[in-house]
Each structure stands twice: as C-alpha cells, then as structure tokens.
C-alpha cells in the first residue's frame, strides 16, 4: 500500500497560493499519506515549453526530473495541466534525446494529478468534507482531454458534505487561460473568460471548483475586474474544509 | 510582429454581426457533429482505424500516388502532376485553351483556393462561376470563403438578400428558399453552359483510380456530369488506399462536417464517358497538387497531412468562434484558405513559417481540435512545434521559436531562476516582499491592476505573490524528501474493461425497416410494394405535380412493362442523353433504379452505364428510384466494395434531397439536384 507521496507543489501554488499548497497536504494526510516535498523542485517548464521555446523549457524539465529522482513513489502534482506536462508533454520535449526521455518517462508513469491520485489510487472519495452552500465544476483543458480525468473530481465533490452541486453550462470550454496564450492574445483570451463568466452566472452557484490554479486564477483575476461575487476555488480547498 | 493580426482580431471581436454567426455556427455545429457519433458503435476506434490508415498514407505517400495515378490512367483519366500554385494553373488554362473554353462552372474546391486559381482563370478572359451556394455567395461578394465547409458562415440572411437584390436583381427577401431558388435558376444555366467543369477531390482511391466528391446541392454532381470536359483538382496527400478504407472515411466525414451519417451526392468518377454511356462529361483530368505538401513529409509536422478537411476543428475550436475565418492572416496581412486549429498549422507549414508562423501562437491549447478530430490528429502538439519553430525552415536552420521577444526574456529570466532551485527561492522572497509591500498600499485587496498592455491586465486583475512562499513555509514543517521508503507496487486503478456486447446479425427485415427509417429521417420518402403496384404509385406521384413528362432509365432496368404502363397512362417518358440536356433539363421528373441500398444511412446506389443515365437522378425537381428489397445492405463498406462500383465510370450514392444550410444553416431543400427523393423498395 502506498504510504508516502512526493508532492510537487506547482510554481504557481507555491509562490501565489501556499494555503492551498496546504490543504493539498492537509487532505493527503487525512487520507493516509505521509506527504514528502523534494526541496530542488521549481516549475515543471510549461510556460516555456507552450510559448515555443523548447530549450529552456528542457531545462526546467530537466530540473524537474532531478529534483524528483531520488524520491521514490508517486508524485502528486494539484494541477491537471502541469500532471499532463510531466506524464504526456516530457515525452514531445525529449523527443531526440534517449537518456533523458527515458528519464523522463520514469517520471512520468509515477506522476498524477491530485483528484486522480485521491481516487483511482487510492479509492478515496469521502474525505468527510464540509461546505456549506452551491458549487459547481470547471472541467480544466489539460485535465479533461490529455489526462482523461473528469469522474474522479466530480466523485470528490459529490461526497462533500453541505453542498449542493449543480452543472456548470459548457463546462468543458476553456476558461481561456492557456498560460502564454492569455498574455499574447488577451482580447480574444478576455471573450472566452467572459464566456465562462456567463456559464458561471448561470449555474448559480457561490464557487466553482477546479483541479488547476491556472484556471482559478484566470476566472478570478475576471470576476475580481467586474466585481462580480462568485469565486473560482482549487479542489483541495473545498476537501480541505471540514 | 503580427499587428494587423492583431488588428483583425480586435476587428471581428467588434463585429456583432459576425459574432453572432460564429456563435450560431459553434453552438449548432459542436451538437449535430455529436449526434451523428452517437449513432456510431464505436467511435474511437473508429477514429484510431483512420488515422492509422491516413499515417499508412503519408509514410509512403510517392507509392500511392504512384498507384492512384496508375490506376486512374489505365480509367481513361489524364494525370497531371503540379509542383506548385504556377503548374496547376498553367495545366488547367492548357486544357481550357485545347477546348476553347470560356465559362467554367466550379464546385468548391479548397485546392483551387489555395493557388488562387479564379484570380488566374479571370485573367486570361475566362469567366468563373462558383456553384456551391456558399461559394456563389462570397464570390459575388467578392471575398474568398471564410470557413472550408460553410464559405458564408460569417453572413447573415440580411446580407445575402441584400446581395441577391443587388446582384440578381431578386426584389429583397429574407425568404431562404426564394434567394435558394433564384440562385438555382440562375446557376442550373451555368451548368448547362459550361465547357468546363472544376471540382476538388475529397478521397482518391489508390487501388481503383476512383475520385470521390462528397457534395449536398448536387453542383458536385453536375460540374462532374454535365460540361464536357471535368478538371479535378485534388491534394496530392487526398489519397486512401481503398474502398474499405474509403467507406471508413465517409463514415467519418460527413458527420464531421455536417453532421449527416452520409453526404447528399457522394459521386464515385473511375473514368470519362464511355462510347455507349448516355451522360457524363467525356474528358476528365485530375491533377495532383503538391504545392509544398511533400516538403512537410520530412518534417514533425507531417501529420497535419492526414487531414481529411472536414471543418470540424474550426467549429470546436473557441478562438475560431472569436475571430472567424478572415482573421487568420499573414504577417502582411494576406489571407489564407484554410483557417482555425487545422489552418494555424497548414498555412505555416505550406505557405511560411514567417509568414503564417504567428497563426499557432493564437491557441489557449484546449484540446477540443484533437477532440473532434475524426482522424484524431494531435493539433495542440503541432501548433507547439510550429511555436517552437519545428517544420519545413528548419531543414536549413535550426528549429527557432516564433515567441515575441519581451516574453523570451521574461521566460529566459523566469528559466534561470527555475533550473537553479537557491535562485527560485530567492526569487520567490522578492516576489513575497513585493507582494506584502503591495497588500500595505491595497488596504488588503491581494489583487494587482495590471496595465492593460501587459496582456493579462486588459481584462483581469493580478493576484499578488504570497509573502511567504509553500516551501519557506513547509520546509520544516512537512517531512523534508523522504527518500528513505521503498514503494511497493502501486494499487492499480481500476481498468476499465472495455467488454464489447456481442452484436447479433441484423435480419433482412431489421435492415429494410432500419432502410425505411433512415430515409425518412433524410426528408425522403420510402414506399414498399410488390411489382404489380409500382406503376399506381409513380402515376400518383406524377398526377399530385401534374407532370406528363419523366426522364427515365431503360426498361431493361425497370421492372417489366412499366414504362409501357406509363406511356398508356398518357406519360410521355424521355430518355436523356448529353446530346439533348437541354430539353431534359426542363422535365419535372425522373426514374432511375438503384443497384444497391444502404441501410444505415438510406442510401441508394445509381450506376452510369449504357441504358442508366445519371443525369435523370439530377436534373428534375423529383426523383423517383426503384430498389429491390434483396439489393439493400447493412453497411456502406458492403455497397462500396461491389464490384460493379469500381467498373462504372461513375456512381453516386443519393441520401436524400438536394439540399443546403449555407445561409444561416437553415436547412433548404432543392438546390441543384432534386428537392424531392421517392425510393419504391420492390419485393
């Protein structure tokens, strides 16, 4: 049986979000874990590996793949889009190169993504939380279409005591992050966020749950702009509470 | 870098016409395409089966040109083979000036878009009229396209009646059936004017020679059918190996496309009209365009080859939805024919990474391209590479990546922070100090207000960097790397086990009733009988539209008597040969028998041969087909594997009525071929 889990943490979680962070490791405990965090890891390199610049993103990759190495056991990663980085994208950015892709991809058949981990390694999905009030669900991009992964938040959620779950309309569009993207091409970036808004304002619901910081970030740096109420939450901050 | 793209996407966003059709076009498209799967038993294999066969293709692509050409030769078809845009016009201005040519009727043709063919013909004293409504409307409008399924998905039906009134001289309308209508009449004269017809090539077959256009008006049918002479142009990579595979494309296609398990006309050409065909156009060319294809054969963006154009990226794809099909623009400012996730990968790879190159940079990498793919190409993996620099350039350079330069930098500073974990930590210190400093001015707010030409301020805040980062936090406090504890083999996730039901073979009166079924749900109409009482339900037909006349197929292959029956009744039947289209076209009916039916999609199968014109399916406003019920199949793959299919020189399967939804995807019956189908299934 799995006892203990490396956790990446996430550039974003770690510089942006630490509470968070801590809640990851709040709710692996209480499912069990014993959290371990490897002290040389950084950022996984996507923001460079999505805006084409490939050499820098191997070496963010590579000190990723070191950082990671000594530790065995699964690593758990609380974003759908950096887990998709690891497992799928270091495989396309070591494509030349035999030893490190091999590297590479030891690393990736230990990573998963939090909600994933929680669920279909451990069989988890009571965490006994608690939250008052109505909730809904973004599907991240990365999460949904390159890992697969969609049952297992929704089954999270649906155990959290308190809440009233309701469907979020298109869920499954981009919020319109796309990390560079968003920067390169704010306008139609701010079309898609407003999109989303609508879908959020629709469901009615006071939070919106998604496995990925990048899209939280995204959909409350909006909201926030409009002054508009509804909140964007990470997945381990509604598990966390109880 | 890219300013007018930019300009042009700042542009469409402001249009609120255009907005509207592009939402319109997402919201309707996105769900047919979904309904049209879900009748598929499994679609992703499906989808894994044909981009395995499109990578067959593209891995040894010479061979099977090779092998397409052969066969189509050995049909009687003149293979031509273009190098570039500049060839294939010459070839076709060759072949017009051997026949004196002056009008050309086109079907739509992305290939002819592509190497600007219209401009060219124009300027050599040709008149060209496009006949897809789609296309007749943009190029009356003096604009190309702007999406490759649907051309005028960008209008409104108030701008096409302003159009029409002002072109055609039709009294304003929003009516789509009249502006349908008026464009019918106006262009079945074209058709039977034209010297020359040019049509794409969606499939070729390689081991048959066989083209295959999948056309919903029926112009497919008629610029293939009717001019005497027929220039296909087709991509050199449009090749499928053979009629099994070519049956697994049309399963995906059309329901890509359009949403229909199969297109109206999917017209089957193995070869010119033979001595003692009655229709057909006598010459036909096809000429393999290459035009920078074979270039990406070499490098990592060869599997944008194996696209099989059929839109469905561009209605998934949320950018797309933004900006529509005209913003997607080289660096000057120059359109290009194809648009969306499939065209931000294209247009770099053929036409210029410096040119087009900006185009892959325009995606939040979503995934819903890959998603609807129907030959499952991997588009966010390619737009990166093209961001990355990977294609044909690279050959002479290294691969250079395309990212403006402030956010090279800003990554080049960010990346040296990251791969040296004491500078992140340090990094990550300023950042919270900026980030406590910030909070103190804010009265708390954590959210900055970038400028807006930061990018991300122009429409959201900023959340201000922790003051105590995860790590400074938790080194202490939270196990410090444990590396010390094996891991026994993980707890595998439950694999789902994909158990397929085991399918009982369908019996003959399931296959008829599910034939019936979906030919009424295509808007035809399904009769059963025995002989004796076909004559009674086409005089019917004929008496409830007053019609005396009716094209029909030799007796030979009608039932016995019937066309004396008819003739007794007072019908007078003409048999229509290319020689006499003219009087044809003006008859209301025709009567053709089918060879074949399929099931499950209501398809029937006509074949052109001596006795079996093609043109009485196509020119009237009716059209009556005769099937007999043992001749109805299962499964489209059963019907095209015939024999008889590869020996015709040409065959159409007809699913329903002619039809259109290239005004506001109103759906509009009867637009170059017959609005109203009637299939008799006989005991």
New interface residues.
Partial sequence: MVKTVQLFVTCILDTIYPETGEAVVRVLQRAGMTVSFPPDQTCCGQPAFNAGLRPQARKMAIQTIRAFEPYPGPVVVPSGSCAAMIRHSYAELFFDDPDWKTRALALAARTYEFSEFLVDVLGITDLQAHWEGKITYHSSCHLLRDLGVDRQPRALLAQVRGAEFVELPQTTDCCGFGGVFSVEHPEISSEMLKRKIINIEQSDASVVVSCDAGCVTNINGGLHRLKKSPQAMHIADILDKV | MADIF?AR??AS?ADANLQSALDANAIKRIKVRQVAFESLENPQALRTRAHQVRSDVIEELDRYIDEFASHAIANGIRVHRAMDANEAIKIVLEIASQHDAKLIAKSKTMVSEEIGLNHALENHGLQVIETDLGEYIVQLRGEPPSHIITPAVHLRRQDVGKLFEEKLGLPYTEDISVMTNAARRTLRQVFLEADIGVSGVNFGVADTGTLCIVTNEGNGRMVTTLPRTHIALMGVERIVPSMNDLSLMLSLLPRSATGQKLTVYTTLTNSPRRLDDPDGSQERHVILVDNGRKAVLGTELREILYCIRCGACLNAC??FR??GGYAYVSKEGEGSSYSGPMGSVISPALFGHSEYGHLA????????C??ACPVDIDLP?LL?R????FGVDQARNK?K????RL??MG??F??M?????TL?AIA?KL??IFGSIYTLFSKGDP?I?LP?F???G?????????S????S???HQ??????Q????S??N??SDSLSNPETLSPTRVDILKMFSEEVEAIGAKYYSCSPDHVLETILDLLREHGNQEILAWDDHYLPDGLLEGLRNAGIQIVYPRSDTILTSSRIKAGLTGASAAVAETGSILLLEGPGQPLTASLLPEMHIALVWKKDVYKSLSQVLEMEAVKIAPAAVLITGPSRTADIEMTLTIGVHGPGELHIICME
Avoid: M
């Avoid at chain 2, 093209?386 to 620099?389: L, P, Q, T």
């Avoid at chain 2, 105590?468 to 790590?471: P, V």
């Fill in positions: 930019h996407i700042k966003i949320p950018v933004e900006i940079r325009a995606s939040s990498l979503c995934g819903a890959k998603e993996k990166l093209i961001r990355a620099g691969p990546s395309n990212a403006p956010l090279k990554l080049g960010f990346t922070a990251a791969s040296t974990p992140f990550q950042a919270g959210w207000r807006a930061s990018g991300w122009y429409s959201k805040d900023f959340p201000r960097p922790a105590k980062s995860f790590r936090r938790h080194i939270i196990n410090k790397g444990d590396s504890e094996g891991i026994a993980l707890g996730a439950t």
